[in-house]
C-alpha cells in the first residue's frame, strides 16, 4: 500500500558526517552510514550502489543492514570503475568495454539477489552523446536495446528498473525522458522490466511527472518511484515538496490510484549543503504522509473529478490546494 514502505539514497548519510562521529578519521563506512539511516522514523529501506557498496560477502551486507531493522529495497548501477565508461556503457564503441559494462550489471544483480533485495535499478547515464555527427544513432540504439535485454534476462526474478535522465554527464541521455524509454522497454521485450521515474528528472525534462506516471502504468510497469524537488534546470535533489508541492501529489495520487506499492524513495542530496540527513529524511516521509492524508480527503470529494472532467483549473487547483492544508472548503 502506497505510503507504508520508505527508502532513501544511502549516501546521504555521510553528510555533516562530524556532526555525527566527531572522531571519525576519513569517510564513514557503510556499516556506520546503514546505521545512522535506522535512526530516521519511519525509514524502512535502503538502496545501495553497485560495484560502490558490495565489498565483501553479499549475504553478510543485507544481513547487517537487516540487523539494524532496515531491508535493501535494491541496488542501483554505477558505470564508474572504468574510465572507458565515459563514452558509454552499453553503447560504448569498443565492444570489449561494453561487454565488460553488460558483464558487470549481471555481478551486479546476482549480487542484489544474494543481498535479498528483488530489484536493480539501471540509470544508463554514460550512454549518449555530445556532438553532432558523433554517433551513429540507430547504431547506438540497437546496442542499447540489445544491452538491456541481456541483463534483463540474465535473472528473469529479479525486477530491472530503467531510471531515466535528460542529461548530465553526458550532453544528450539516450534515455533521455519516459516515452523514450519505454520504446526502449517494448524493443527489448523481457517482462520483467520496467521504470524508475524520478521526480527533479522528470521536471527538467519538460515532463508533467504525473503524466509519465500515467504512460509508464499504461505501457510497462512502474517499478520505482524517486522524489525529490528542483527548479526544473538539473538534477537539485531538493527536499520533497520544496518547489513543486502540487506536482508531487498528483504524482503520488496518480500512483496510488493504480495500485503502486513499492518503496518511496528519497532521491535528495542533504550532503550538497551539509544538511543533517537524518532530520532531512525524516521531513520527507512527514511530507509524503501529509500530502497522503491530502489525497484521502480527495478521494471523498466528488468536486475534483466534477473539476476535472470540466477541466476546471480554477476550481481543481483550489481544492487541492485546501486538502494539502487540511481543509476541504474555504474559510
Known sequence: MLGHRFATRINSFA???HSYWPDLAGKPTLAQMVARAATVEGLTELDLNYPDHAAGDARAIGAMVRDTGLEVSGLAMRYYSNP?????????PDPAVRREAIDLTKRGIDTARAMGAPMMTLWLGQD????SFQCDYARLWADEVSGIAEVADHDPDCLISIEYKPNEPRSFSLLPDAATTLMAISEAGSPNLGVTI???HSLYANEQPALAASHILRRSQLLG?????????RDDGLMVGAVHALETMELLRECKQAGFGGAIYFDTFPDAS????????????????????AIDRLGQDNRLSDAQSAQDAVVAVEIAQLALHGRSHPA
Open 198 to 200: 524520478d521526480f527533479a
Open 15 to 17: 553528510s555533516a558526517a
Open 128 to 131: 549518449g552523446w555530445d556532438y
Open 84 to 92: 572507458a565508461f565515459k563514452r558509454g556503457a552499453f553503447t560504448n
Open 274 to 293: 551539509g544538511l543533517d540527513p537524518v532530520a532531512e529524511c525524516a521531513a520527507n516521509i512527514r511530507c509524503v504522509k501529509r500530502m497522503l492524508d
Open 225 to 233: 518511484l524517486h522524489l525529490n524537488d528542483g527548479y526544473s534546470k
